[in-house]
C-alpha cells in the first residue's frame, strides 16, 4: 500500500517562508513526476510546481521566482521551499507521485492527504 505523507504546513506571516516535504511509502518500483497542488476555499485544486525523475521542474506563473520544488529520489521525497508567502497563498497543499508499485504494473497517480498553509499578520 504506498502512501504519500505530507509535512511542514503552518501560519506565517506576509513575506515569510516554510519548506513543505512529501515522503512516499510502501510498496514502490519506480516514482515517475511528483508535484505539488493546493486548492484554496471555494476554489479548484490547481498546480503550484512539478519535477520529474530527471530534475526537470515546471511552476505555475503566481509562484515563480518564490517557490522551488526539488527531490531526493534515494529518499522518495519531494520538497517545496516557499518563499515571499503571500496572503493569496493560503490553500491546503496536497503532494502528488506518479508511480509504479510494482515493475508490471501500470502507473498511477497518489496523492496525499493535504497540508494546511496559512498566510496572514
Known amino acids: 500500500q504506498v502512501q504519500l505523507v505530507e509535512s511542514g504546513g503552518g501560519l506565517v506571516q506576509p513575506g515569510g517562508s516554510l519548506r513543505l516535504s512529501c515522503v512516499a511509502s510502501?510498496?514502490?518500483?519506480?516514482?515517475?513526476?511528483m508535484g505539488w497542488y493546493r486548492q484554496a476555499a471555494g476554489k479548484q485544486r490547481e498546480l503550484v510546481a512539478s519535477?520529474?525523475?530527471?530534475?526537470?521542474?515546471n511552476y505555475a506563473d503566481s509562484v515563480k521566482g518564490r517557490f522551488t520544488i526539488s527531490r531526493d529520489n534515494a529518499k522518495n521525497t519531494v520538497y517545496l521551499q516557499m518563499n515571499s508567502l503571500k496572503p493569496e497563498d493560503t490553500a491546503v497543499y496536497y503532494c502528488n507521485a506518479n508511480l509504479q508499485e510494482k515493475y508490471w504494473r501500470s502507473r498511477k497517480d497518489y496523492w496525499g492527504q493535504g497540508t494546511q498553509v496559512t498566510v496572514s499578520s
Open positions: 510502501g510498496s514502490i518500483f519506480a516514482i515517475y513526476g
Open positions: 519535477i520529474t525523475s530527471g530534475g526537470s521542474t
